[in-house]
């Protein structure tokens, strides 16, 4: 007689009262307009839920097009924020577009202008330049003020667009004069449950404008007050039910405390900013948002060059992978920081046939006339040469090419204009070193 396996039979009753109540939450919060549970979903759910968000507004028998759209434009943005992909920063301009076109009161036309502000705020961050800025912008005009949660939603969007011009290549606005109007921004959106998300989301974005300045001006401040947001963020975002928000801030807290490490030569610091990042990379899986994990891992990898360590540990393939072919910021630090790790790999080893697979490489990549297409990543192309031919140079395997210094000096101009500091900064060091015939290590 063939006998039936054991079974808990208590735990799969458990397994579905669970699913029922996660169901009960996905419903209600969608009910209300909140958007706390979009962080529980994968990229590949997100995207499903987009897409059938945007084929209900679209239908004639829809009974309000215009919050359709206005939640459409709010999952795609979601999408494009952890994926990069520029079809969903489109398809996110084109809901909030039609919403503000087509509606009839005109604070929900507002509301479709807030949300293409937002929208055009995230394609600055993800593929740089200074133009989609100059839209947000417009568009934020274009809703005027307003009051109540409403106009607390407008100040939010401008808030967040002054801190974005302050921490930009050029700062266009100051950045205590951002944190400030950031400040006002959170104060009209605590406390308020359909508000959560975009409370936290608001105070994430001033730990971030207080870290950077901190960071950059040695300001004591502004390095307290990005701890405590982020201390608090942390504390507030449960891993069960806010894992983005939570890696979010972990990473930052990571960001900081490895930076000011390396400042202070402190190695026990270090090493609890490593912590605190590989935590991070714990929170969700790397489909759950591809863009985060990339983030951490490079994160990683920048740590582990401040103390000389190897990067074996850090899958900077991977993050190389995931964010080609679209031209993102982040796309061109992760090949920028692979070329590079493997050319500290083979420098050390003296090994100038690991050299010549990194050359091989960039100049297959180079070949395929992404310069048009993904221009940062064409500078960090050039950048990863630059610095392969300079490690040869130094083992013996030859003079640098001529013409070095004109391809570091075209990628530095591109990282400058399009807002990448790490690559401008990279090429500059670089283009000291080949003006200078340096070859020493």
């Known amino acids: 007689m063939q006998t039936v396996p054991f079974r808990d039979f208590q735990a799969d009753e458990r397994m579905f009262e669970f699913g029922r109540d996660l169901k009960r939450v996905f419903s209600r919060a969608k009910e209300r307009r909140e958007e706390v549970w979009l962080e529980l979903i994968g990229a590949d759910l997100l995207e499903a839920e987009a897409r059938q968000q945007s084929i209900e507004a679209g239908r004639v028998s829809c009974a309000e097009p215009v919050e359709a759209n206005l939640r459409a434009a709010v999952l795609w943005r979601e999408h494009a924020r952890r994926t990069g992909k520029r079809d969903s920063v489109m398809r996110s301009l084109h809901a909030a577009s039609s919403a503000r076109r087509d509606a009839v009161r005109p604070e929900r036309a507002a509301a479709g202008a807030v949300e293409m502000a ?35 939603r407008i100040a939010a969007a401008h808030a967040r667009l002054s801190a974005r011009r302050a921490r930009g290549p050029v700062e266009g606005s100051c950045p205590y ?19 959560a998300a975009e409370a936290a989301e608001l105070r994430l974005e001033r730990a971030t404008l207080s870290l950077e300045v901190g960071l950059r001006r040695r300001d004591a401040l502004a390095l307290d007050l990005a701890g405590r947001d982020l201390r608090r963020l942390v504390d507030d975002a449960s891993p069960d039910f806010a894992p983005l928000t939570r890696a979010r801030a972990l990473a930052m807290c990571g960001v900081g405390m490895t930076h000011l ?24 899986p790397v489909d759950h948002s591809p863009l985060d994990w990339v983030a951490i891992q490079l994160a990683l990898a920048l740590s582990a060059e ?79 040469l630059a610095r392969m031919f300079l490690a040869r140079s130094r083992l013996g395997g030859g003079a640098l090419p001529a013409g070095l210094g004109v391809g570091l000096g075209e990628a530095r101009l591109v990282a400058e204009e399009l807002g990448c500091p790490m690559l401008n900064d990279a090429a500059t060091a670089l283009l000291a070193e080949v003006r200078l015939g340096v070859v020493g290590p």
């Open 177 to 195: 004069a951002a944190a400030a109007l950031l400040d006002a921004a959170l104060h009209g959106l605590e406390n308020r449950p359909e508000t």
């Open 306 to 384: 401040r103390t000389g360590e190897p990067v074996e540990s850090v899958d900077l393939r991977q993050a190389e992978l995931l964010t080609q072919g679209e031209g993102l910021i982040i796309g061109a630090l992760a090949a920028d920081a692979r070329a590079a790790a493997e050319t500290r790999a083979a420098d050390r080893a003296g090994d100038l046939n690991g050299l010549k697979r990194v050359e091989i490489r960039l100049r297959r990549r180079l070949g395929r006339g992404q310069a048009a297409q993904a221009p940062l990543e064409w500078a960090a192309d050039q950048i990863g």
């Open 261 to 284: 490490a390396g400042l202070a030569c402190n190695l026990e610091a270090m090493e609890q900013g490593r912590s605190l990042l590989l935590a991070a990379a714990d929170v969700f």
């Open 118 to 152: 937002l929208t055009l705020i995230l394609k600055a961050d993800l593929y740089g330049g200074t133009a989609a800025l100059a839209a947000a912008g417009a568009a934020l005009d274009e809703a005027g003020p307003a009051e109540g949660l409403h106009g607390a």
